[in-house]
């Protein structure tokens, strides 16, 4: 059997925050009824011209320096023709042989293993308008409706180097491109929404090849696990093609989700032959070095930086200070919950744990969960001072979960404080001995499980309240 | 230079226009002469001159980014052969 190498790499296009559109100033507001947000210009009229939206420029800046790209002073817009229904123009506004950001770097790491993924390009560019089709899918619908809301809202194309070798690692490079589009705050990135979306090249070689195999390109990879899943699928049915004799053909496919499958798109539009030139009513950009280096000094801690930061203002582990970081509500909620903590390992303990799972649970993320980081603080800090164990901790956050109050009053109001008092334990712990003789002989013979199930007993007994490390110290006392 | 049949067709695809067959020599024929016109340019010598695809000296011509509402719904439909959904209606998109 020859092995086969899989090559990947990734075009992310993520919708810019801006207010107006790239090119005109309609609102870019997600939703709302159809062709409510247009214009002569993104409705593609004859005789509107364009005019450049300066943040889209300034995002593009910030979004390039981030990936440690060279950021082209001079850079201009072109035409991309094409015939679709849901451009208005017939041509998109791009950028083609003059981007505005190259030879930029993201690194990830993978099993404690760090590799570099090159960044071929950023450029800016404008979305097109969306189709809702009349029938169920695409090849069944009769007729579509075109909404032009989203035609003109500006994008950025950031466009890998076939540096990806496995799913794993495409789905790396994204989690760490989507955190750093958050962190520079440019993009919502719901993937869901389609704010943040991203197409696959695929190709495979046989191992030891020095030239890349034909490849596929896979779109419509709406979740990480649908870019996953895509590849994974993508790889076996090229080696399928393969080994049967057969050539793998150079063509966009597109993810059927729910079938698990990648698709032929034969399209009206075959031929890609965009005819590329520099659009006439746009002037070129010519950026001076002031401004670059603003946007520079102006960058956001980012979450490489973040992580270090976290490893050594609150000795956290590598893992739990990459896990914070990858989402920027994540690592706020942290920043926010640690400043009223005694112990930042606790913090990230809930963060990781509990408050994970719960999250994942309710498929919400940490911007919508209720409970606030200084509550959160709080039980940490109960469970430190020893007031709760963490058995009851856990009982307490439940409490939280269904109302966002203090721990201290929950704890209260549940009768939760943990009993450290000698003399209530000591009753406990006489009363046990007394009840159980033949644990205590078993002990006194050197058998360790003896007092296992004593203390337990003992706990069994306080409803769990009891300070467990006092239950132990005094209970060895006695029998000694 | 010289563009073929061939070529006329794979454009007139591109525009999404049907050319028929009768009119194909004909537009050949249209599409050279315009291309030999363009050949006399060809033949000036730019040796060491900068291409030129802008005209004017400008560049950094910016709007700042400020929402403001465009035309009404119903105005921008108002040239749509046919609407649906308030949307423009379009034939099916796949063949």
Not at chain 1, 227 to 242: D, F, G, M, W
Not at chain 1, 309 to 337: C, N, T
Not at chain 2, 47 to 69: C, H, M, Q, S, W
Request: aromatic fraction near 6%; charged fraction near 30%.
């Amino acid at each position: 059997m020859t092995k086969y190498i899989t090559v990947i790499g990734l075009e992310v296009h993520a919708e810019l925050k801006t207010k107006s559109k790239a090119f005109c100033s309609c609102s870019t507001e997600f939703g709302g009824t159809p062709n409510t947000h247009v214009c002569p210009v993104c409705l593609g009229m004859p005789g509107a011209l364009p005019s450049l939206n300066k943040q889209v420029v300034e995002f593009a800046i910030r979004v390039g320096l981030a990936l440690n790209c060279e950021i082209k002073p001079y850079n201009k817009f072109d035409r991309k023709n094409y015939f679709y229904p849901d451009l208005s123009k017939n041509y998109q506004i791009s950028q083609f042989d003059k981007p505005i950001c190259e030879h930029g770097h993201i690194d990830i790491n993978l099993d404690g293993v760090e590799k570099r993924i090159g960044i071929t390009r950023i450029h800016m560019e404008e979305d097109a308008g969306k189709l809702n089709h009349s029938g169920a899918s695409i090849s069944t619908s009769d007729s579509s409706s075109v909404d032009y809301n989203r035609a003109g809202v500006p994008l950025i194309e950031i466009v890998s180097e076939p540096d990806m070798r496995s799913a794993e690692e495409a789905r790396a490079y994204l989690e760490n491109l989507k955190a750093i589009l958050e962190y520079t705050d440019v993009c919502d990135c719901k993937m869901q929404e389609g704010s943040l979306r991203c197409d696959a090249n695929i190709s495979i070689m046989p191992e030891g090849a020095t030239e890349f195999g034909t490849r596929a390109e896979i779109k419509n990879l709406n979740s990480f696990r649908a870019l996953v899943r895509a590849i994974e699928y993508e790889v076996e049915r090229q080696k399928e093609v393969i080994e049967k004799g057969g050539k793998v053909v150079q063509e966009t496919r597109t993810w059927d989700d729910a079938n698990g499958k990648t698709l032929s798109m034969r399209s009206k539009e075959e031929a890609h032959d965009y005819r590329y030139f520099a659009e006439p009513d746009l002037v070129p950009v010519d950026l001076d070095e002031a401004w670059i280096e603003r946007v520079r000094a102006e960058l956001p801690e980012l979450p490489a930086q973040r992580q270090a930061r976290l490893m050594e203002q609150f000795g956290l582990p590598k893992y739990d200070a990459s896990i914070i970081v990858a989402s920027k509500a994540m690592a706020e909620y942290f920043d926010e919950a640690v400043k009223n903590a005694q112990d930042a390992k606790g913090v990230s303990n809930w963060l990781l744990g509990d408050v994970s799972a719960y999250l994942n649970n309710e498929g919400i993320s940490i911007s919508e969960f209720k409970v606030s980081p200084a509550h959160l603080a709080e039980l940490v800090n109960l469970t430190k001072e020893g007031v709760l164990s963490s058995k009851l901790a856990k009982k307490v956050f439940a409490e939280m979960l269904k109302e966002d109050k203090a721990p201290k009053a929950l704890v209260k109001e549940l009768g939760l404080e943990q009993v450290s008092d000698e003399g209530a334990i000591m009753k406990l712990v006489e009363e046990t001995i007394a009840e159980n003789p033949q644990s205590v002989i078993d002990f006194k013979a050197g058998k360790d499980r003896a007092i296992g199930f004593l203390v337990g007993q003992i706990m069994k007994k306080s409803k769990g309240k009891a300070n467990p490390g006092m239950v132990q110290k005094m209970l060895k006392e006695k029998m000694q | 230079m010289k563009v073929s049949a061939e070529e006329v067709k794979h454009i007139a695809q591109l525009s999404r226009l049907t050319v028929p067959e009768t009119e194909m020599q004909i537009f050949t024929e249209q599409f050279n002469q315009i291309l030999s016109y363009a050949d006399i340019m060809q033949k000036v010598d730019t040796t060491g001159i900068e291409p030129t695809p802008y005209v004017l000296p400008i560049t950094n011509a910016f709007r700042e980014d400020i929402a403001k509402p465009g035309v009404s719904h119903e105005a921008a439909l108002s040239n749509a052969p046919a609407v649906e959904n308030d949307g423009f209606k379009v034939p099916r998109v796949l063949e």
